[in-house]
C-alpha cells in the first residue's frame, strides 16, 4: 500500500506516483489539485500558504486537531498557524449514524471536553457538538462515521462551489519542478 506524500494517508483512487523505483513520491489526485493559497474561516486575520516541504525534523502541529504532521499544511508564517489539509477542508456540519441530530464544528473551544466516540479527554482542539444533547467527538473521530450535511454554498466556504473547483484545478503542485517525473495511476 503506497502512502500520499501530501496527506499522509494510504492512497485510494485515483493517485500520481512517481515513475523513479528510488523515490517513494505519490500524491492522492485531490492533494496534488489542492489550491497554493486559501483564507479559512478559523484564521481570518491572514491568508494560509501551502507549504509542501515543512521542517522535516521537527514536522508541526495541527492548530485544528493538535496531531502532528509532516507532509502538507496551510501555514501562516505571521502567527505560526498550521493546518492539515483535510482540517482545512472540515464541512461546517455532519450527521453521524448513532445520533439524531446534526453536529456543528467548533472552531475556538479552549476548552477541556470527553470525546464521546473515543472517551479520550482533550483540550482546546476543534470538535463536532450537538449542544442539544452536550454530544462531542473530536474532528478525526466524526470523520470515519460521518455522513456531510447539504448546507447553503453561501455560508458555507468549502462547498464545492464552481468557484473552489475552478480554484483547484488551476492550482498545480510540482514535484522536484518536472511533472512529467509523476505519472496519473
Known sequence: MKVCSGCEENITGLAYVCKDNQCDFN???SCFDLPEQIRHISHSSHPLTLIISPDQNNGFTCDGC???GFSFTYNCRICNFDLHPDCASLPKTVKRKDHNHPLTLYYDMNVEFSCDACQEISEGCWLYLCRKCDFGTHTYCVKSNAK?????????YYNESE????????AKIRHKSNVNCLSYI
Open 163 to 170: 468557484e473552489l473547483m475552478a480554484a483547484l484545478a488551476a
Open 148 to 156: 456531510p450535511v447539504i448546507s447553503n454554498p453561501q455560508l458555507d
Open 66 to 68: 493538535h496531531k502532528n
Open 27 to 29: 500524491l492522492h489526485k
